[in-house]
């Protein structure tokens, strides 16, 4: 149970203060007249309002209305141990930006020199697709729209080390392979890609990227392109059967960036870097709550963890090159857990502010 402030107004409804009338009564919830009462966010906030204000009286609704005004922008503007440092302000504007739109918080540097565009996850299997499109010219796709076997086996075979493939012997439709399925789709609704009458064909923009992949210019306009595609327009819970609460993972992926370069200079474990998340955001929690079976280990927490650690750092962080990974040895879970820390690329794409 939270402690009511003693300056603030009574919620019996007398005008008191609550040192001069309930205090000391046994308290109840004025509500509904049970035996607990639990402040919640407004409480808090008159509450500290009444304390910094002591007991000065307001001439006006003017000057009470400006006073309140000054002391919650004094509240946004202050830094939050909850939020690594951040100030209420700056976390909104994190959930509500895109990356390169916060210069003020983190600047985009897109180094020419850098070579690990190239070696990205994404872009390695992202190539792939583009050639072997680009070997057929107009290249069939099966009745469902996905790429053709063929393709499938001549991207598989190219870049194996980058995909997870539970089957045994070469795969026989784009479904099998699953990061296969998704970069395609990510290339179509980017733009890079089109399937028109039953074929793909890389679009202008897929050509450029394409044919002048070798211009260290070019692999960094590509590697912008589908970043920021993907963190701000691309459904993260796109084919996962992850609850849909856990979009929050996505609206606030800069926040989790921000999490990275403050706590994941090393290797890290994911449920560390988790709790940081579920501390700042435990709304979450709650909006799990409904949908958690505790008595089969599948807790709120538990289902934010996995979350975070699948959908965040490694479909979005690691797929990208913004960390590197390692298994954590002796780990006993549905699925193995790791530990992250940012990588070169990392430090060179996010020039932080804060």
Request: glycine content about 6%; proline content about 3%.
């Amino acid at each position: 149970m939270t402690k009511y402030n003693r300056n603030a107004p009574c919620r019996c409804g007398s005008g008191k203060k609550y040192k001069q009338c309930c205090l000391g009564k046994k308290e109840q919830n004025f509500a509904f007249g049970e035996q607990t009462y639990s402040m919640n966010a407004a409480d808090e906030f008159i509450s500290k309002f009444m304390a910094a204000n002591g007991d000065g009286p307001f001439s006006s609704i003017d000057e009470l209305q400006t006073s309140l005004s000054q002391f919650q922008n004094q509240e946004n503007s202050r830094a939050r141990s909850e939020f690594l440092g951040l100030s209420s302000d700056l976390v909104f504007r994190l959930r509500r930006q895109t990356i390169d739109e916060m210069p003020d918080i983190v600047k985009l540097h897109f180094d020419e020199q850098q070579s690990e565009y190239g070696r990205t996850p994404v872009i390695v299997i992202a190539l792939a697709i583009m050639l072997a499109i680009r070997q057929d010219e107009f290249l069939k796709a099966t009745a469902k729209g996905n790429l053709p076997r063929k393709a499938v086996r001549f991207i598989f075979e190219n870049v194996s080390a980058f995909l997870f493939y539970p089957g045994d012997g070469q795969p026989n439709r784009e479904e099998d392979v699953y990061h296969i399925f998704k970069v395609r789709i990510l290339l179509q609704r980017s733009g890079v890609i089109s399937l028109r009458k039953g074929k793909f064909t890389l679009s202008r923009k897929g050509k450029e990227f394409f044919d002048d992949f070798a211009d260290t210019d070019c692999a960094v306009k590509m590697y912008r392109h589908l970043l920021l595609f993907f963190a701000h327009k691309f459904n993260w819970l796109f084919c996962t059967r992850f609850n849909e609460e856990l979009a929050e993972l996505q609206n606030s992926a800069l926040f989790g960036l921000f999490i990275l370069h403050k706590k994941a200079r090393s290797f890290t474990h994911e449920d560390e870097l988790a709790g940081y998340f579920a501390n700042a955001f435990p709304i979450v929690l709650d909006l799990l709550s409904p949908k958690a079976l505790p008595k089969y280990g599948i807790t709120p927490e538990k289902m934010l963890q996995n979350g975070f650690g699948y959908l965040f750092l490694g479909e979005f962080c690691w797929f990208f090159g913004l960390v590197l990974q390692r298994k954590v040895k002796g780990a006993s879970d549905i699925r193995d857990k790791r530990e992250y820390r940012t990588s070169d690329l990392f430090d060179s794409l996010f020039r932080w502010k804060q």
